[in-house]
């Protein structure tokens, strides 16, 4: 054993791929993350996919207009106002406005002719545009293959509503820094250097996950050099690494001040009789592992659907 060390295998040692697992994907940054892009990611593919948030950069200059006939007129599955976002063909007041597609024909030139597709929310069945009737389709100058008919959307919703995709994109990002973090704490795990650490601080920082107060530990070791460090845990599991009068640290010997303690980590990885890491539960790496298989499931379903 080191002075002011504890007993663990020689670095670099082995570290289990369950307990690297939990590592990479574990904590809340990463919890979060990724559920914010599995159920961020749901709604993105709902409305952002289907707002009309190119308009505003097609249709900025010059607009050229043309007469065009309808070629059909069709009834989305979507609605907007009333109770939600989709609509179950009911025209009850409390379900919002129907949303119509509206196909047509026109000819920007005289030995071209081009077919489009617009969206139109309708207050009413009256308004309904009906097959073969005349209306104005507008398109950019010198893009006659992007129009729409003049009132109507390009998509079916507005063009505001991509907005909801910063949803999965911020997840995703709060995803990777974890995933960072992560593989930082696993390397630490792999060729770090012992120390016991012990609690000089512990103040409430105002947050809560899962109405429980999110509290700042700040820890104080010893290096094998005889240089004290500190470094702060931020958990709403405190009692982890409060049950002992001393903490079990790994440190970087390059960069002392990088360190983790290991009761710290998704899993709390154990030790053996020889030092060695223990392997984590099956269970609980499963469990740990949902949320970015489906927040991954869920951005694979987006990129395919921006594709087509």
Partial sequence: MRKGGFDIAPSPRRVPGSVRLGVLFGGWLNQVGWGLVAFGGVFALIFAVNSDCTSWYHFRGEIQSVTGTVTGVERTAFSQGGGGGRHRRSRSS???????????????TADI??????????????????VSQEVIVEYPANRPDVSRIRGM???????????IGLLPVSGLFMALLGLR?????????KCGKPANARLVNKRATGAQVNKQTVWALTFEYVTDQGTTHQTVVRTHHEERLLDEATEKLVYDPGHPTRAVLLDSL???PGLDEMGNIRPSGTGSVVALLILPAVGTGMLAAAMAVMAR
């Fill in 181 to 189: 973090h992560g593989m930082h704490k696993s390397s630490l795990l």
């Fill in 266 to 268: 998704p899993g709390t």
């Fill in 113 to 130: 002719s081009r077919e489009g597709v617009s969206y139109l929310l309708a207050p009413n069945s009256t308004t309904e545009p009906t």
């Fill in 153 to 163: 959307r390009r998509r079916p919703f507005h063009g505001a509503l991509a907005l």
């Fill in 94 to 108: 409390g379900r919002g406005k129907p949303i119509y597609e509206v196909r047509y024909r026109y000819t920007p």
